[in-house]
């Protein structure tokens, strides 16, 4: 089945350590999307990619980076210069990120835990 | 930047009609208003959008004010899986891209 999937669903790390989310999806989308969401809270960009190779910083980007080497893929790695880094982490894609009418698909987290 | 204001929570009871409201009266000419909803610890799910007409669609419907400030999302006999956030969201054209502007949503509690 088409769609798009994150991994792992539940991730530890220690305080400093650099950690990689990854995103895959096989709706050959071209548009993909990093959102931040704490607890209560709405949705925050932090990047997102209209293109493979191409990719641009979101609302929230400091202490965060991104790679776009492959349609399918676009993992997020979140660096220890982000303060706060325990969050749901959601990657998203649609078909088109110029075209603001489509819809897009979301996977299904990565709650990240700094500790 | 345009931002959305919707209620923090609302309740309805089951098999009844509900209606989310979403004031957006700093939006653009060629912002889309989309709507999703999220379940607990899941990623939010597609509902609906639409530009200036109305929209229905098999989830729901979206009503849009005629000068674009607000919208309704109606969900026209609510049952216990509709109990979620509901986000409504603007899609804004920026200077080389776009712009996704989240509100904080609203909780939708349905009794049975």
């Known amino acids: 089945d088409g769609g798009i999937t994150q991994s792992p669903k539940y991730l530890f790390r220690k305080e400093g350590q650099n950690v990689t989310l990854s995103c895959e999806q096989n709706?050959?989308?071209?548009?993909m999307y990093w959102y931040r969401q704490d607890p209560g809270q709405g949705l925050r960009l932090i990047y997102y990619?209209?293109?493979?190779?191409?990719?641009q910083k979101g609302d929230i980007a400091e202490g965060y980076s991104v790679s776009r080497e492959k349609k399918e893929s676009f993992p997020l790695t979140v660096t220890s210069a982000q303060k706060n880094p325990t969050a749901f982490y959601l990657c998203?894609?649609?078909?088109?990120?110029?075209?603001?009418?489509?819809?897009?698909?979301f996977g299904q987290g990565t709650r990240l835990t700094v500790v | 930047d345009a931002k959305t204001t919707q209620p923090n929570s609302m309740e309805s009871n089951e098999e009844e009609p509900v209606h989310l409201p979403c004031n957006h009266s700093?939006?653009?000419?060629?912002?889309?208003i989309h709507w999703y909803r999220q379940l607990p610890s899941q990623g939010p799910e597609y509902v609906i959008h639409?530009?200036?007409s109305n929209v229905n669609n098999r989830m729901a419907s979206l009503a849009i004010a005629e000068d674009r400030k607000s919208s309704t999302l109606i969900l026209h006999r609510a049952t216990l899986r509709d109990a979620a956030v509901y986000y409504c969201?603007?899609?804004?054209?920026?200077?080389?891209?776009?712009?996704?502007?989240f509100g904080a949503g609203t909780r939708l509690f349905v009794k049975a």
């Open positions: 998203a894609s649609s078909a088109g990120a110029r075209l603001m009418n489509t819809e897009a698909f």
């Open positions: 709706l050959n989308h071209d548009a």
């Open positions: 990619s209209q293109i493979v190779n191409d990719f």
């Open positions: 700093t939006i653009s000419g060629t912002d889309y």
């Open positions: 639409g530009l200036t």
């Open positions: 969201i603007l899609r804004a054209r920026t200077t080389g891209g776009f712009k996704t502007i």
